[in-house]
């Protein structure tokens, strides 16, 4: 008895070994047969067909209207010249109300970044760390795609076909919003990671007036996950792009989350009085769990408009 326990313990190390192999050689099929990555760049040209698509299904008048909304500027009160028979009287407040009412001056729009195809000079990768791996350099030139939807205009940035950003911005007396929801976009190993975003509240993006603002937090879900962003206005600056000037507004947003599934995330916008975006810098790290363990995610990336011009 004694002579076939090592026997017994032998076949079981031979099987445990075996085990092992099979479950290596499994990954490595799954990584090359099952889950192949891929990173497919998405064309200007085929940007500019999908916005003309999308465009053409939009009607003209809810397209001029969701665009701008109507600010209406201070009331102008009628000038009244003396008699010599008759002094000037101060109106009642209840004339005086009635005056302001009377003599409101007609609405000027503001206007949000007119729909179109927008270039950027890009420079950037993302990258997981699961299935020892991959990576997703992006192409020299990115898009970003404007349409008429919601509150005003939905903006979609295609880094690839696997990795997109979708957000709107809306126009309000006090300036240009970023709205409440969005989408952020990647796949990786053929595994689509479709994410919603919805705040509880709108951001002041770029102002009317050019007044100091404090930071804004927002209460975020990302997915199931609570997201809580920071907004900070900085500077605002003259800039010249595509051969004009143009004043420029430095927006940053920040998260820090050092829990056990933490994101550590800087985005730098600057943004025209329209809100398109003329430059992004971005930096973005995280951990987040997952079936086969903990991944972690980097991305880096920097976007340069090339023209105010769009392709139409």
């Known amino acids: 008895m004694d002579e076939a326990k090592p026997s017994r313990r032998r076949r079981w190390v031979l099987v445990a070994a075996a ?4 479950v290596v050689v499994g990954a490595v099929v799954l990584r090359a047969v099952v889950f192949r990555d891929r990173a497919r760049v998405v064309s200007t040209d085929e940007a500019l067909d999908r916005y003309r698509t999308q465009a ?9 209207s969701a665009t701008t909304v109507a600010v209406i500027a201070p009331p102008t009160p009628p000038v009244v010249s003396p008699t010599a028979s008759t002094a000037p009287a101060s109106p009642s407040s209840t004339e005086a109300s009635t005056l302001l009412v009377t003599t409101t001056v007609p609405s000027v729009p503001v206007a949000l970044v007119a729909p179109g195809v927008y270039r950027y000079a890009t420079r950037g990768q993302e990258h997981v760390d699961a299935l020892d791996g991959t990576t997703h350099p992006y192409p020299p030139e990115t898009t970003i795609t404007v349409v008429t939807a919601g509150c005003g205009v939905s903006l979609r940035w295609d880094a690839l076909r696997e990795r997109w950003d979708e957000w709107q911005l809306c126009a309000t007396p006090a300036g240009v919003v970023l709205g409440i929801d969005g989408i952020q976009y990647h796949e990786f190993f053929g595994q689509p990671d479709n994410q919603a975003v919805a705040c509880d509240t709108p951001v002041m993006l770029v102002a009317a007036a050019s007044d100091e603002q404090t930071p804004a937090q927002q209460a975020c879900m990302l997915a199931e996950d609570p997201w809580l962003p920071l ?3 900085l500077d605002r600056s003259p800039r010249t792009i595509d051969g004009q000037l143009v004043e420029v507004q430095h927006v940053q947003m920040q998260i820090e989350d050092d829990d056990e599934y933490w994101e550590h995330t ?7 009085p329209d ?16 079936p086969i363990g903990p991944i972690q995610y980097d991305e880096q990336y920097h976007l340069e408009l090339e023209s105010l011009t769009p392709l139409r």
């Open 19 to 22: 085990a092992v192999v099979i």
């Open 56 to 64: 053409s299904s939009i009607p003209v008048d809810a397209a001029v």
């Open 231 to 233: 907004w900070t206005t």
């Open 266 to 272: 800087t985005i730098d916008w600057y943004l025209a």
């Open 275 to 290: 809100g398109l975006p003329v430059e992004v810098v971005a930096t973005k790290s995280s951990l987040s769990p997952s």
